[in-house]
C-alpha cells in the first residue's frame, strides 16, 4: 500500500511540473520543492525528537482514526470531510478541539489517507501543498510585474517564496501555515487570472463564443475562489478580515481604471472607500471582528499567550495608567477579564507590534543555548541572524526621497507618449504595491499584538513574509 502512495505522490508532482515547465520561474522548481521537503522532514523529525509541536500529538491521533473510519464507513467520511458533521456512531470525542484545528484536521486526514497512513509521507504532503500554493502565486505575481527586469523579478520571487528559510520551514509539514498557504496561493493566484481575463476582454474586443474554454476556465476558478475564501475563513479568519476586503477593493478599483478610464487619484480614493466599506462587511461574520469587541479579543489572546510564556520570548505591551486587567479565574483554571484596553489603548501599541511583527526577535539569548530544547534554541538563532539580515536590507531600500519621488510621479499627468494601457497597467501596479503593503503593515501589527511570543510570532507571521521579502529586493537598487 505504502509502494502505490509513494508512486501516486511523484506522479502527482510530475503532472504539476508538466503543465508548469514553462512557467517564468521554471529553474527554480525542483531546487525549490527539494528545500521544501527537506524542511518539512526536518521540522517533523525535530518534533518526534523535542516534541516542540504538542497540537501535532493530537492531530495524529485524530487523522489516523479518521483514516481508518474512511475504509470502515466511507459515505460518512466524505460527509464530515465536505461538511464537518461526525456519524454518531462513531462514538468518538476528538482530542483535537477548537473549530479552526478542527477544520484543519479534517484536511490532514485526507493527506493521511493519500499517504497510506504513514507520518512520513503525510509531512511530505502537506508541504508539497504548501509548494503548490507559494509556486501558482509566486507566477502569478512575475505575470503581474513583467514590466520589471526579469532576473529581478526571478530573484525577488525566489527567495521571497521558496528560499527564505523560516518561509520554508513553518509552511511545511503538518503545520496550519502549511494549509493556510494552499489557501492564500492559489486565492490570489485564482483572483489575479480573473482581473487579467476581464482586462483581455476589454482590449481585445473578441466574443466569449470564441474563447469558451477560457471562459468555462475562469468560470471555475471563480468558484474555486468562493470556496477558498470560505476555507480561509474557517482556518484563519483573522487573514480574512484583512486579505479578502484588500483583494476585492482593488478589484474594484481595477475595474473602474479599466473601464471608465479614469486616473491614477480617483482609482485610488476608490480602492481606500472600498477597503474600509469592505472590512465594515466583514467585520460582521464572526464575533471576535465586531468593532465593539475587537479589543477584547486581541487582549484576551495576548493575556492567554503571556500567560504560558517564558519571559524571555515575551514582547511587553505596557498600558497607561487608566488600565488595569481585571479578571478572576473560573472553576477550570482559566482566566475571564472583565476589564479590556480600548482601541486607542491598542492602538498606541501598534508601533512596537508592527516592528516585532515584520523584525522581532532581534536578540540572541546565549545563556539559554546549552539549555535541554536545542530544537528550540537552533529556530530561535535562526529566526534572529534572518531577521537581521531582513532588517539590514531593508534600512537599505529605505528612502524618504524615494517614496515622495515614486507618490509625485503617481500623481503627475503621464506624458503624451504613454498609451493608455500602460497607463493604466501601471496604475494597477501602483495599486497592487499598495494592496501588499497595507497587508503586510496589518497582519504584521495585528499577529504582535494577539501573539505576543516571539516563537509563535516566528511562525505566525510567515503568511505574509514572503510579499515584505519580495518587496524589499524589488526595491534594491
Known amino acids: 500500500m505504502i509502494f502505490i502512495a509513494i508512486l501516486l505522490f511523484l506522479g502527482i ?21 527539494l528545500f521544501k521537503f527537506f524542511c518539512g522532514l526536518l521540522l517533523y523529525q525535530l518534533h518526534l525528537s523535542f516534541a516542540i509541536l504538542p497540537d501535532l500529538i493530537f492531530y495524529q491521533q485524530d487523522i489516523v482514526r479518521l483514516s481508518d473510519y474512511f475504509w470502515n464507513d466511507t459515505s460518512n467520511y466524505l460527509i464530515f470531510l465536505f461538511t464537518g458533521k461526525l456519524n454518531p456512531a462513531w462514538n468518538y470525542t476528538f482530542a483535537t478541539e477548537g473549530e479552526r484545528a478542527f477544520f484543519f484536521m479534517r484536511y490532514l486526514s485526507l493527506m493521511n489517507l493519500l499517504a497510506a497512513k504513514n507520518m512520513y509521507l503525510t509531512s511530505l504532503y502537506s508541504s508539497l501543498m504548501a509548494f503548490f500554493g507559494l509556486w501558482a502565486c509566486a507566477n502569478r505575481l512575475a505575470d503581474w510585474f513583467k514590466k520589471y527586469p526579469s532576473k529581478k523579478i526571478k530573484l525577488a520571487l525566489s527567495i521571497g517564496f521558496f528560499f527564505t528559510p523560516s518561509v520554508a520551514f513553518w509552511a511545511s509539514s503538518m503545520m496550519k501555515e502549511s494549509f493556510l498557504w494552499l489557501i492564500v496561493g492559489f486565492l490570489i493566484s485564482f483572483f489575479l487570472d480573473i482581473l487579467k481575463f476581464y482586462e483581455q476582454l476589454y482590449y481585445s474586443n473578441f466574443f466569449l463564443k470564441d474563447n469558451k474554454s477560457k471562459f468555462v476556465g475562469i468560470v471555475i476558478k471563480l468558484f474555486l475562489f468562493l470556496a477558498l475564501t470560505l476555507c480561509l475563513f474557517l482556518l484563519k479568519y483573522y487573514y480574512f478580515a484583512l486579505l479578502i476586503p484588500l483583494l476585492f477593493a482593488f478589484g474594484i478599483s481595477f475595474f473602474i481604471g479599466n473601464y471608465f478610464n479614469k486616473n491614477i487619484r480617483f ?10 466599506f469592505i472590512v465594515g462587511l466583514a467585520s460582521n461574520l464572526h464575533p471576535n471582528l465586531w468593532l465593539s469587541r475587537v479589543s477584547e479579543a486581541i487582549f484576551i489572546n495576548q493575556q492567554n499567550i503571556l500567560a504560558t510564556s517564558d519571559f524571555d520570548s515575551q514582547i511587553d505591551f505596557i498600558y497607561d ?23 486607542f489603548q491598542l492602538f498606541e501599541q501598534s508601533p512596537k507590534a508592527l516592528l516585532a511583527g515584520l523584525f522581532f526577535p532581534l536578540e540572541i539569548d546565549f545563556s539559554a543555548l546549552y539549555s535541554t530544547n536545542p530544537a528550540f534554541n537552533f529556530y ?38 504613454i498609451s493608455q494601457k500602460n497607463e493604466l497597467e501601471s496604475n494597477s501596479l501602483a495599486i497592487l504595491w499598495l494592496v501588499g503593503i497595507i497587508f503586510c503593515l496589518g497582519m504584521a501589527t495585528l499577529l504582535a499584538l494577539s501573539a505576543p511570543n516571539l516563537g509563535a510570532l516566528v511562525r505566525y507571521k510567515i503568511g505574509f513574509l514572503p510579499f515584505f521579502i519580495f518587496g524589499i529586493i524589488m526595491r534594491l537598487d
Open 380 to 417: 530561535r538563532f535562526a529566526s534572529v541572524i534572518e531577521n537581521w539580515i531582513i532588517l539590514f536590507f531593508f534600512i537599505h531600500t529605505f528612502s524618504i526621497k524615494k517614496l515622495f519621488h515614486k507618490i509625485r510621479i503617481l500623481f503627475i499627468s503621464k506624458n503624451n507618449f
Open 267 to 276: 482609482q485610488l480614493f476608490t480602492f481606500l472607500a472600498s477597503f474600509v
Open 321 to 343: 495608567y487608566d488600565f488595569e486587567p481585571l479578571y478572576y479565574v473560573d472553576d477550570k483554571g482559566n482566566r475571564e477579564y472583565q476589564n479590556f484596553p480600548s482601541l
Open 13 to 33: 508532482i510530475f503532472i504539476h511540473y508538466h503543465f508548469n515547465k514553462n512557467k517564468v520561474l521554471s529553474k527554480v522548481y525542483f531546487p525549490a520543492l
